[in-house]
């Protein structure tokens, strides 16, 4: 069975950079067709963030684009999320999710805090 694990969450100044990790078990990371993470802020519906596919095309939401960088290491069957200059607004659970075939996994979330 698919297992997401998210990790790398945290209290964070404005201005300041995350990364989060998402290890992947359970599956061959070459049979997940693409990964994404998204993020859900109170009282708001859970959003994407960044996609990446198996060929490593990456897409990102127009808030996040110049500040975030999505990427993997097929080795270690983690995917990855870089943060950077962060902003109150970027508060949020997030969480990652892969897509293989005709089925998605959602890991648990982790908790992004931005705040002085």
């Known amino acids: 069975q698919v297992q997401l694990v998210e990790s790398g969450g945290g209290l964070v100044q404005p201005g300041g950079s995350l990364r989060l990790s998402c290890a992947v078990s359970?599956?061959?990371?070459?049979?997940?067709?693409?990964m994404g993470w998204y993020r859900q802020a109170p009282g708001k519906q859970r959003e994407l963030v960044a996609t990446?596919?198996?060929?490593?095309?990456?897409t990102y939401a127009d808030s996040v684009k110049g500040r975030f960088t999505i990427s993997r290491d097929n080795a270690k069957k983690t995917v990855y999320l870089q943060m950077n200059s962060l902003k109150p607004e970027d508060t949020a659970v997030y969480y990652c999710?892969?897509?293989?075939?005709?089925?998605?996994?959602w890991g648990q979330g982790t908790q992004v805090t931005v705040s002085s």
């Open positions: 990446i596919t198996i060929g490593g095309s990456t």
């Open positions: 999710n892969a897509l293989y075939g005709p089925y998605f996994s």
């Open positions: 359970g599956i061959n990371i070459f049979s997940i067709n693409a």
